[in-house]
Every structure is written in C-alpha cells, then in structure tokens.
C-alpha cells in the first residue's frame, strides 16, 4: 500500500506509541497503546497492530497484516500480506512470513519458515492445518490421503513419492509451529 504517514506525523496520531526514526506507515492502521516501532520499518495499509506489540529495526509489514498484543517481530523480518500473528507470538531477527500465513498465539518462529523445493512445486506450511504445493492448498489429512485428484492434471509433480516426503517435513514444521500434534 501506499506510504502516507511519516514518523514525525505518526508520533502526533499515537502519542502512547514509540516510533524510531524513518518509519512510514500505510492508509487506515491501527496501533495499541504502548506498541514500539522501531527505525526504518514500513508498514502497509489497513494493518492492525495490538497494545504492547514490540517491532524491530528495518521491519517490514504488508497489507492487511493483524498482529496481536504483546507480539515482538525482530529486526529485520518481514511479513507478508494479510498475515495473522497471534497474541504474545515471536518472530525472530530476518523471518520471513509468507502472505495469508497464521502464526498462532504465543508461538516462536526463530526463523523462516521450513519450505521444500520439489520440481517443479515448492510445498510450505500454509496455515496451523494446511499445506501448500504451488499454489494448491489443503490440508494436511487431505495430502495424506494417497495421490491427490490435482495429479491428473499435473503430470509434472510425478513421482508423488517426492512431494509425499516434502508435505510430512512442511507437517513437521506445522507441529514446531503450532505446538501440536498433526
């Protein structure tokens, strides 16, 4: 979204807020009191960020993100767009979370996400239940079930045995994230 505030303009809207230096903000963001915005980060639009949330240096954040109170998001991460990050959640100094990911409350993320390159797809932990193959996102009891019917279609992703391998590490990662037996 398009930059329209500036941390000297930011720091007169959210007096309870604490900005460093060069920070721009996106239309219609929400910010809780007590939150820290550290220097140079770039906040999209119609981003909604909680009391008490702290952000790093260099941070940046895309459109439509929420970010629940008392999250920390370390120097240098980014998250994309309509991303969730739970209540008390932590994301670690460079994560990179992907558009539309959720990170449930109170859980840890120290680095990017686990994603596996198969050929031609990349398979990545889509959500607290889902797993994605390309653009195809199920969840995880639907790839377990054998060869999926989007097979048929995608004769490129033959041998599934490789993309069968690549979902049960993604669902390893779903269990690190969310703390979970899946």
């Given amino acids: 979204g398009k930059i329209i505030m500036t ?7 959210w007096p309870n807020v ?3 230096a060069g920070a721009e903000i996106g239309a219609e963001v929400e910010i809780g009191a007590g939150a ?4 140079e980060v770039e906040i999209g639009a119609e981003v909604e960020i909680g009391a ?12 439509g993100v929420e970010i629940g109170t008392g999250a920390k998001i ?3 991460a980014k998250i994309g767009a309509r991303a969730e ?7 670690g100094t460079g994560a990179k979370i992907g558009a539309g990911a959720k990170i449930g409350a109170g859980v840890v993320v120290s680095r990017t996400p686990n ?12 959500s607290p239940i889902e797993i994605g193959v390309g653009c195809v996102v199920h969840t995880l009891e639907y790839w377990r079930m054998g060869e999926p019917a989007e097979l048929e279609e995608h004769p490129e992703c033959q041998p ?22 899946v």
């Fill in 36 to 39: 820290k915005i550290g220097a």
């Fill in 74 to 76: 370390g120097t240098g």
């Fill in 52 to 63: 008490e949330v702290e952000i790093g240096d260099w941070v940046k954040i895309g459109a």
């Fill in 18 to 20: 604490t900005f460093g």
């Fill in 7 to 13: 941390t000297e303009e930011a720091r007169i809207k």
């Fill in 115 to 126: 994603q596996v390159q198969c050929d031609p797809y990349i398979v990545y932990p889509y």
């Fill in 160 to 181: 599934w045995e490789n993309y069968r391998a690549a979902i049960e590490l993604a669902a390893r990662t779903l269990r690190y994230l969310t703390r979970v037996d």
């Fill in 85 to 91: 990050i739970g209540v008390g959640a932590e994301i």
